[in-house]
């Protein structure tokens, strides 16, 4: 809603402008035209500089004042006014397994804040106290990066698996999931998108518009949310990550964390976080080039392959968007190429629940036709 707004223009910022308009005002005031070497003609020219720069200022700080172009320290003093504040970075998450050596007759209690490495450099820490029941030799829990940001993602299960604090009668420790989760801090665009639906939190009686701002909250690598109710009391929140991602079950837990506070959820709601459905597809298109431009041939190859890739880009970046050829077809063509088909996919719905991903993607150029 906030990119289809027009631009505007608080205050003119032409040089070039300005300069014509002081210019012509003196000369009209002074009854004389002034030369291009002109004393005065060249000290207007150094105010008309000083006014533009202003100008500029002027505008800029017009513009911090309305949503669609604040940023920056600006943006977080817009929040403030709705108590909506900048989400900061946030540490990867995983779930890292205790082994113990043998099953004992009595439990064994593991403190909070055991970490766990991949190559004693970077540690992850255990979030909470748990217990190994007696004759037991497993339990899982959820840990954290120690270090903030995206630097702990990526860790496949199992390379997290050398124990920095050692515990009596555990005989090895490993991550069981990819750790994921780790965002830098919160990227304007994504903070403003919060802000514009923080209105809808205010109700407490559980509307869609509620628990998509609170999901939102949970992480700020969410970029999408959809709520669905497929039977009275029963509500449905799927979540997407930023590029298409999948939420793992760590973010899942999250966000139902979040939205399931007492304050949020209605008591007689049962809520559901849940990861989209991936419908897959494969993209096979071919696009023609007009014989008249063919001078123009490299420059439109490049334009052809970023308008399929932005389109790849945008088919995933919202739950329940349809597969629409249709709309890759139009951006190929804006692009300059005569015409295009699209082989596969077809049109297909999808349902709120569900984000459309590629699986392949194959680009022919057809040929030169005439015009």
Request: glycine fraction near 6%; proline fraction near 6%.
């Amino acid at each position: 809603m906030l990119y289809n707004l027009p631009n505007i223009t608080f205050a003119e910022k032409d040089v070039k402008l300005i300069e014509s308009e002081i210019i012509s005002t003196y000369e009209s005031l002074a009854g004389r035209t002034l030369a291009p070497g002109d004393p005065v003609r060249l000290f207007l020219l150094a105010v008309a500089s000083i006014i533009a720069q202003q100008r500029s200022l002027i505008d800029f700080a017009a513009k911090q004042n309305l949503l669609a172009f604040s940023s920056g320290d600006y943006l977080d003093h817009l929040g403030a006014l709705l108590g909506v504040e900048r989400l900061p970075a946030y540490p990867a998450i995983t779930t890292l397994r205790f082994t113990l050596s043998e099953p004992q007759q009595s439990e064994i209690i593991i403190p909070t804040g055991i970490r766990a490495t991949p190559d004693g450099k970077l540690h992850f820490a255990t979030i909470e106290t748990i217990t190994v029941p007696a004759g037991e030799t497993q339990i899982d829990v959820m840990a954290k990066c120690l270090q903030d940001g995206t630097i702990g993602n990526g860790y496949l299960p199992g390379q997290i698996n050398r124990l920095v604090d050692p515990l009596p009668w555990i005989h090895g420790i490993v991550n069981i999931t990819e750790s994921s989760g780790g965002a830098d801090k919160e990227t304007d665009d994504n903070f403003r998108e919060r802000i514009r639906i923080a209105p809808e939190s205010f109700s407490v009686a559980g509307p869609s518009g509620s628990y998509i701002f609170w999901a939102r909250t949970a992480h700020q690598d969410i970029i999408d949310v959809s709520v669905t109710s497929p039977s009275p009391g029963v509500v449905e929140i799927y979540v997407l990550l930023k590029n298409g991602g999948i939420p793992s079950q760590e973010i899942l837990e999250v966000v139902l964390e979040t939205v399931s506070d007492e304050k949020i959820r209605p008591l007689t709601d049962y809520v559901f976080v849940l990861a989209p459905t991936i419908i897959e597809y494969d993209l096979d298109v071919t696009w023609w080039l007009a014989r008249d431009k063919t001078v123009e041939a490299s420059q439109i190859s490049t334009a052809v392959d970023k308008a399929i890739n932005d389109w790849v880009s945008w088919q995933k970046s919202a739950l329940g968007r349809d597969i629409n050829p249709s709309a890759l077809i139009s951006r190929i063509m804006s692009t300059g190429a005569k015409r295009a088909e699209v082989a596969s996919p077809s049109f297909t719905v999808l349902t709120p629940g569900e984000v459309a991903i590629a699986r392949s993607v194959s680009v022919t150029f057809g040929g030169i036709e005439d015009a």
